[in-house]
């Protein structure tokens, strides 16, 4: 069974960067899609990128311009990387593959002046 670990969140004001990791421990993320799906309290959960298995990124409307996904080489890794930061993306950040109905537990950005 895959496993999956999210790292990188933390606190970062408004306009700084951070840059989140999903680790999967082996080499899958050439074979299936994933998402980065975040979860605010009140809201729906959204996904706000995803990548195919090969390597066709998207990204909703919201982060368009500022989130970047991208995979390492190894293919057992992939990166958010979340530039220009707002208050309003304040959430707990996971991944998934919903091929496999996984997600990690999930990583949380606190975007706060």
């Known amino acids: 069974q895959v496993h999956l670990v999210e790292s990188g969140g933390g606190l970062a004001q408004p306009g700084e960067s951070l840059k989140l990791s999903c680790d999967a421990g082996e080499r899958i993320f050439y074979i299936y899609h994933m998402e980065w799906v975040r979860q605010a309290p009140g809201k729906e959960r959204e996904v706000v990128a995803s990548?195919?298995?090969?390597?066709?990124?998207w990204y909703t409307s919201s982060v368009k311009g500022r989130f970047t996904i991208s995979k390492e080489a190894n293919a057992h890794i992939v990166y958010l990387h979340m530039n220009n930061l707002k208050e309003e993306d304040t959430a707990l950040y996971y991944c998934?593959?919903?091929?496999?109905?996984?997600r990690g537990q999930g990583t949380q950005v606190t975007v706060s002046s």
């Open positions: 998934s593959i919903p091929n496999l109905h996984t």
């Open positions: 990548v195919t298995a090969g390597g066709i990124p």
